[in-house]
């Protein structure tokens, strides 16, 4: 691959330069607007597909805002400071990106400022007998191996280029102990570091996937953290999960865990560098946590993101 | 040496339609846990797709959904793309005539009416450009009763009696709210194509919705 990675590599521990906005949350447009004020948050994460609808025509997939709900959401955040995190763009598929969601984005950046840019470390297309796209269902993590590492690391440059903010690559929460590995990568903790360190790029710490994988492959989540290189850590999210068949899901389906709260504590308390905090959690249950849920929610995470950002509370 | 990213994704994508034998141990608990969900995910878009419809089948639609995703459906990471292939798989499993498969077909139709209105010009109607044929994004769906009857029934839980076709609906990407109910006159017209015969106001007014459009290469 003609891939120059001397230089990257230079620098593996360099912090990917963004800024601090603090405690962040997704722009749910049946929570009131109420919540969505500096008092209660410091920046919004939209993920632009729920504002996008998908249309089949002959050359392919258009993604085309829904005007009414986009310009919803863009009044809903005002003035708070937004970051990007989209899931369509499938970055580890081997025959291509997902291009009409990088073609979304590219529409995006001229009409909504964003401070930052994120997707998931995973692939959810392969391609078919007849050399057609084809979907899996759900979204699969990614062998650890130099290929891929140089392949995701390439395609992750090229979107920070393009969009000129930093680009996060998420750790996705999945249940495949045994994927294929090269031993110099290892594993995908070593897969990360690898594509971080080769791209320049950032990491998006999803601590309860972190979480859901020690707890699903029996891994200490302390020492999983352990693992993580913090200092290319942009983003965190937080989130709820349940059990199911004797595995512990990422369901983004309430309060957040004790244990993920310590980690929260353990990764800021290491890395005070850390641009913001995201609390997740889908539409579908956010009847069942309330709006008075949410906003609790958000403010245990300010409380914990203000202990080690002391400088940022005194400005606020 | 391990195999290439391709190989393993192509092995993968082969196995998952039941074509090869799977690049991860599919006996491992990770993998069997994976297509619970994988299948749970399939099922629920469906659902998602189309509940309204499902409510009014006999077992609630689980039979249609499990067929459905047996078969290779519910995959779509899109909804609306998903909601359009389950649509056109319902459209043909549904029994006709039926309150259902009228619904299914609103659905359709105004999904596709849709898709048109993004892409819809109203045509200078100074110029006449030949022959006249039904509007790529447009449709007549029959009720078996009126609209508003029908969504009130399906809401309580019980459906009128099925008659005779009764209320025509014209989807069409023009139209404000992209639908409306269509007179005498306009389902006629829209059966016949016989435009000469037709009042031109009319004319005028389905080409300005795009019930109706000019046809495209302008060849009789």
Known sequence: ?316 | MTESLAAFQSRLGRALRGQATCPINPDSQGYRFTMTVRRSWCEQRSIIAARAILKLTPDGGKSLVQEYVDHGGGLAWFQAIESEKFLSFLSSRLPDPSHALAICRMSQALAHARRGSSIFKPPDLRVARGPIVHGSHAALVWLYSDPGTVMAAMNAGHLPPLGPPSHAVLFAPGIPALFREATELEVMLWNTLAITEAPPTLVDDLLREGVLMYRPDGSC
């Open chain 1, 1 to 316: 691959m003609a891939f120059n990675l001397s230089c990257k590599l230079d620098a593996p521990g360099q912090a990917v330069s963004a800024g601090s906005l603090g405690v962040g949350f997704g722009c749910h447009l049946a929570l009131p607007d109420a919540l969505y004020t500096a008092d209660v948050l410091d920046f919004v994460e939209i993920t632009p597909e729920i504002y996008h609808r998908a249309e089949q025509f002959e050359g392919g997939v258009q993604l085309l805002p829904e005007r009414s709900t986009f310009d919803a959401a863009r009044t809903r955040c005002g003035n708070l400071p937004v970051t990007m995190h989209s899931v369509s763009l499938s970055i580890g598929t081997a025959h291509g990106m997902f291009e009409p969601c990088l073609a979304m984005m590219d529409r995006l950046r001229t009409e909504w400022s964003f401070r930052w840019y994120s997707e998931h470390l995973q692939f959810q297309t392969t391609l078919d007998e007849s050399g057609e796209s084809a979907e899996t269902g759900v979204p699969f993590p990614l062998p650890a191996t130099v290929e891929v590492s140089e392949l995701i690391a390439e395609r992750a440059a090229s979107i920070q280029r393009r969009y000129g903010v930093p680009f996060l690559l998420e750790n996705p929460a999945h249940y495949l102990p045994d994927l294929p590995a090269d031993p110099e990568i290892g594993d995908e903790f070593g897969l990360m570091e690898r594509i971080l360190a080769l791209s320049g790029c950032g990491q998006l710490l999803d601590l309860h996937n972190l979480y859901c994988n020690s707890i699903n492959f029996g891994l200490d989540p302390v020492t999983a953290l352990g693992r993580i290189n913090l200092g290319r850590v942009v983003e965190i999210h937080i989130a709820g999960g349940s059990w199911r068949d004797g595995f512990y899901m990422d369901a983004h389906d309430g309060e957040v865990p004790e244990a993920v709260w310590n980690l929260l504590e353990e990764t800021l308390c290491r890395a005070p560098g850390i641009g913001g905090v995201v609390f997740e959690i889908l539409d579908l249950h956010l009847e069942q946590l309330g709006p008075d849920g949410v906003a609790r929610e958000l403010e245990r995470a300010r409380t914990i993101w203000r202990r080690h950002h002391p400088k940022a509370e005194a400005h606020a």
